[in-house]
């Protein structure tokens, strides 16, 4: 099962805006709502910060959005801080093998 | 509120097998939940293992699906992972998770290493 795809890594400056795409296929994230993002710090866990596409967990910052349109789901990340400096990865219910993940975003903040 | 913290050896020998517990504190394992295992290799990304409800109920990734064996104890409120004829590929930080019904992972271990080294 291939990973979803995703940008290697992304910058921008505090303040800006960023998104994050990831890429799967009909079998995963086009067809299912199943999509969720996580952010991980430096030898730390991953940390949930969206589920079904557009939710957010209880006390996740609201500059956290996400979106889908077809194949491809969406993290946005508003109002940049320093502390947004992480990994990010998506994640896809799949028919084939129940879940895949996506490779992962390293995000700068400049 | 409920915690996880994974433990077993950190070194398995090549073709050995892989053991590692999950201990679930704060709450009970038979929960409505279902408890999975998600590894990572040194500067690479996320991958599922597999998941296992408290009846004993199993989901696993096809690619690992005839190395992998989980299992629970709901005495000791803790789920376990087995992964046979380790390779140097299986090395990662392997964490434990608790995944919610729309196929998200809303809690998780710390992590812990396991190399696969002679």
């Known amino acids: 099962q291939s990973a979803l795809t995703q940008p290697a890594s992304v910058s921008a400056s505090p303040g800006q805006s960023i998104t994050i795409s990831c890429t799967g296929t009909?079998?995963?994230?086009?067809?299912?709502?199943?999509v969720s993002w996580y952010q991980q710090n430096p030898d730390k866990a991953p940390k949930l910060i969206i589920f079904d596409v557009t939710k957010r967990p209880s006390g996740v910052s609201n500059r956290f959005s996400g979106s889908k349109s077809g194949n491809t789901a969406s993290l946005t990340i508003s109002g940049l801080q320093a502390e947004d400096e992480a990994d990010y990865f998506c994640s896809s219910y799949t028919i084939t093998t129940y879940v895949v993940f996506g490779g992962g975003t390293k995000l700068t903040v400049l | 509120q409920v915690q996880l913290q994974e433990s077993g050896p950190g070194l398995v020998k090549p073709s050995g097998t892989l053991s590692l517990t999950c201990d679930v504190s704060g709450g009970s394992i038979s929960s409505r939940n279902w408890w999975s295992w998600v590894r990572q290799p040194p500067g690479k990304g996320l991958e599922w293992i597999g998941q296992?409800?408290?009846?004993?109920?199993?989901d696993y990734n096809s690619s690992l699906k005839s190395r992998v064996t989980l299992s629970v104890d709901k005495s000791k409120n803790q789920f376990s992972l087995r992964l046979s004829s380790v390779t140097a590929a299986d090395t990662a930080v392997y964490y434990c998770?608790?995944?919610?019904?729309?196929?998200?992972?809303?809690?998780w271990g710390r992590g812990t290493l396991v190399t696969v080294s002679s």
């Open positions: 009909n079998s995963d994230i086009g067809a299912y709502n199943y």
């Open positions: 998770a608790r995944v919610l019904e729309s196929w998200y992972f809303d809690l």
């Open positions: 296992i409800y408290h009846s004993g109920i199993t």
